[in-house]
C-alpha cells in the first residue's frame, strides 16, 4: 500500500473546485506582488525627478535633502559631502547631456571615434553655463 503525498484536487483529470482556488490564490498573490512592485517603482521614479530637479537649482543643501527622502531608497548619504554631490550629479547630467546631443546630431556612434574639439568647446560652453571649473 503505497501513500501519496501530492493532494488529490492535483491529480484529479478534469479542474476542481479545488484546484481552480488554488491558481485564483496563485493569480492574486502574483497579482498583488506584481502591483506593490510598479507602486514602489512608481514612488523611486517621482524621487529620481525631484533629485534631478534640485540638481538644476544649483542648491547642494535641497539636493541633500532630496538624495535623503526615503522615497528615493538611497544609504549611506553624508550631509558633510552634500557639495561633492552636486558636482558630481551636475557633471553626470552635462555628460549625458553631451552624449545625447552628439547622438541626436550624429546618429548612434561610438563617443571614441567623436571630434575631440566638438566635444570640448560643448563642454567648455557646458561647464561655463553651470559654473563648474
Not at 96 to 122: C, D, P
Amino acid at each position: 500500500m503505497s501513500v501519496s503525498l501530492i493532494s488529490p484536487c492535483l491529480i484529479m483529470k478534469e479542474p476542481s473546485p479545488c484546484l481552480n482556488l488554488i491558481i485564483l490564490v496563485v493569480s492574486l498573490s502574483i497579482y498583488m506582488f506584481l502591483m506593490l512592485g510598479f507602486f514602489v517603482l512608481h514612488i523611486v521614479i517621482s524621487a529620481i525627478a525631484v533629485i534631478n530637479e534640485t540638481i538644476d537649482q544649483g542648491d547642494h543643501q535641497s539636493t541633500l535633502h532630496a538624495l535623503q527622502a526615503n522615497a528615493a531608497k538611497l544609504s549611506s548619504i553624508a550631509p558633510d559631502n552634500s557639495q561633492l554631490y552636486q558636482k558630481l550629479l551636475l557633471s553626470q547630467k552635462i555628460t549625458k547631456a553631451q552624449v545625447r546631443m552628439i547622438e541626436g546630431h550624429y546618429g548612434s556612434i561610438n563617443l571614441n571615434q567623436t571630434s575631440t574639439e566638438t566635444e570640448a568647446v560643448f563642454t567648455h560652453n557646458q561647464r561655463e553655463k553651470y559654473n563648474i571649473i
